[in-house]
């Protein structure tokens, strides 16, 4: 609840409408106990009486009753008929959704017939005409504003159906036994309660102020009672000689819409577990960057990293994602990055452009030094000028970096003609060479696809044909041949090697599989826990590791030939970012650990063109992998 609250407030504008709900609610529900005269009697001694008039704070109407006393009557009485009205609206179109979504086929049409025949007519005709069949009444107004809202939870709810019932937890619900009923309650709505929660808080706004409307016209809350549609109604006549009696309830209906509707807003972003991690606003172009020093860039590498530190900050957590990486890369090289999942890999790659999310990512220190030139600080425009033009990216999944509503050929010519002028003729030239360069059968047929239209393994070719549009002086390829089979992935990865050579290209290559880095890489780093632990060429490494988790990252390879071998796994999980291990991160999982290795830093120890984050690397380089 704590870390809710905290997410809310974190967008001002709905602290701010929880701060107003909140006073407008403890004043409705003390409205019983208060020292107010009775809203119903009327004094026509006294008609429309001014503000701060003797014994009358908001003055009088046209009958001589006291106005604050009808204002806090009626906005407790608004209040609860728009949170009723909510609640039945949400119950009754969540349920309608959540069948139709689940059980799908004719029963999913013949329901979602119904509801689009209901949305079909403008919500307040509705309204009206239910109010008309049975009559004037506030809560004839109840139903009929839940009733016409019912539509819009039952179309939500079951968009959101659909896209659970085919879900892998769903079948196996289904495999062990449970009825339609029990997967429903257990399985789906649990997953589609803080949809409906969201929706509540974006809709009880537009239900309150529905009540109002039908109030003002007579049909809903009826004399003497009061609520503020009704109150407005009744001023309506005297707005010109007593515009007191309409600004009253109208700033309160102002008041309770807008402080709603801004609540809901941050109860959106605050439930939305995507955006937990503080995120509420779209990142900013560039990662924030916090450097307490800057070091001196002294750097004749094409790219070099120094001491690179990244985190992230989620509430009072810290989570350093990269904790101190220095690595370097020339032209015509290829440098392989290696790890398990979450060893920061990817954040260190992402670090160099600048393109960590932020919030809730900052670099907070070291530099990456690109032709002499420190990028970490650099102003947005200067990144732009290098992102995807000296400095491009290829990702893993193609599908989130193509874009699924445009031919692949009209985003190569963006990508190219975004960093210099280019005809369009000649720069759809320029991407048909690119789509061949790639070798995509039938280029000049090719380019008018869409993405959907290729297979897994040509969009990425896509992809690395996009990252060489503008001739780069580096590419970081972020793990670009894991969802592909073996045949595709020794495809890219061959025309990784040719195209490099043929242009003196220098590549960051992540990966987690030792087979990729011994086939492209000329060197290798081996990351653990945010933090280079190893470090050489690749053929020096593959034949004499000198880290214990290099030693048994490479007893995960499975070797062809005949079983010559068993296959090893690490034994534990690593450790998270934010609560590191005093000395050795891998200490807790490492057999050749001792209490030293758990006392104070450990150094990246360089000896020759290796280096190597261990004391004991002898010990590790002598002994076989064992169970």
């Not at 990142?283 to 004749?300: F, H, N």
């Not at 220095?326 to 979450?342: A, D, F, R, W």
């Not at 934010?578 to 807790?588: H, N, T």
């Amino acid at each position: 609840m704590i870390q809710f609250l905290k997410l809310l407030f974190r967008n001002r504008l709905a602290g701010l409408g929880a701060v107003v709900l909140t006073f407008i609610l403890l004043l409705a529900l003390l409205t019983p106990i208060l020292p107010l005269p009775d809203p119903d009697i009327t004094a026509t001694g006294d008609r429309f009486m001014p503000p701060f008039s003797d014994g009358h704070l908001l003055g009088t109407d046209h009958l001589g009753r006291d106005l604050l006393s009808r204002l806090m009557w009626g906005t407790r009485l608004s209040l609860a008929v728009g949170a009723a009205a909510a609640l039945i609206a949400a119950f009754i179109g969540s349920t309608i959704g959540i069948v139709a979504g689940f059980l799908s086929g004719r029963t999913d049409n013949v329901i979602m017939r119904l509801v689009d025949m209901l949305m079909a007519f403008p919500y307040i005709l509705l309204a009206l005409a239910i109010v008309a069949a049975l009559g004037p009444g506030l809560i004839n107004a109840l139903i009929a504003v839940a009733a016409v809202n019912i539509p819009f939870f039952a179309r939500n709810i079951r968009g959101v159906t659909v896209g659970l019932a085919n879900k892998e937890f769903v079948d196996a619900a289904r495999l062990s036994g449970m009825s339609n009923i029990q997967i429903i309650l257990s399985e789906i709505l649990p997953n589609v309660l803080p949809v409906i929660v969201i929706a509540m808080s974006t809709t009880v706004g537009w239900m309150i102020l529905e009540t109002a409307g039908l109030s003002f016209l007579g049909l809903g809350s009826q004399p003497p009672q009061a609520d503020l549609g009704s109150m407005l109604g009744e001023a309506r006549a005297a707005l010109i000689t007593s515009p007191h009696t309409s600004i009253v309830p109208g700033i309160m209906i102002f008041l309770i819409v807008m402080s709603i509707n801004l609540l809901g807003d941050g109860v959106r972003d605050a439930i939305d577990p995507r955006l937990k991690s503080g995120a509420l606003s779209r990142p900013l172009p560039a990662t924030i960057v916090e450097r307490k020093e800057t070091p001196p860039v002294a750097s004749d590498d094409l790219l070099a990293l120094q001491d690179l530190r990244t985190e992230f900050h989620v509430g009072d957590r810290t989570y350093k994602a990269v904790g101190g990486v220095s690595l370097k890369v020339n032209k015509g090289e290829c440098l392989g990055i290696i790890g398990e999942s979450g060893s920061g890999k990817s954040v260190t790659a992402l670090s160099v452009m600048g393109l960590v999310a932020s919030p809730p990512g900052k670099i907070v220190g070291g530099a990456v030094s690109f032709q002499g030139n420190d990028l970490v600080g650099a102003s947005y425009d200067e990144l732009r000028e290098l992102r995807g033009d000296r400095v491009a990216y290829i990702f893993q999944d193609p599908l989130s970096t193509l874009h699924p509503l445009y031919k692949v050929g009209d985003q190569l010519i963006e990508a190219m003609q975004a960093h210099r002028r280019m005809p369009q003729k000649e720069a759809r030239a320029r991407a048909i060479e690119l789509l061949d360069s790639v070798r995509i059968p039938n280029a000049a047929r090719r380019v008018d696809n869409y993405p959907h239209e290729m297979s897994g393994g040509m969009r990425q070719r896509v992809s690395i044909a996009m990252a060489l549009a503008n001739e780069p002086d580096v590419i970081i390829a972020d793990e670009p041949t894991t969802a592909l089979d073996v045949t595709v992935q020794a495809q890219i990865l061959s025309l990784l090697d040719d195209l490099r050579r043929e242009r003196d290209l220098a590549i960051v290559f992540i990966t987690h599989d030792f087979g990729v880095v011994a086939q492209l890489c000329d060197r290798v780093a081996v990351m653990y826990a945010g933090r280079i632990v190893e470090e050489g060429p690749t053929a020096a490494i593959l034949d004499d590791p000198q880290h214990p988790y290099t030693k048994r990252l490479m007893a995960c390879v499975p070797e062809l030939g005949g079983g010559k071998r068993e296959l090893h796994a690490i034994a534990g999980l690593p450790p998270a970012v934010d609560r590191l291990p005093q000395g050795c991160a891998f200490a807790p999982r490492c057999e050749f650990a001792q209490d030293v290795c758990r006392q104070g830093e450990i150094k990246l120890e360089p000896n020759g063109d290796r280096a190597v984050r261990c004391l004991f690397p002898d010990k590790v380089s002598q002994t076989e992998v064992t169970s």
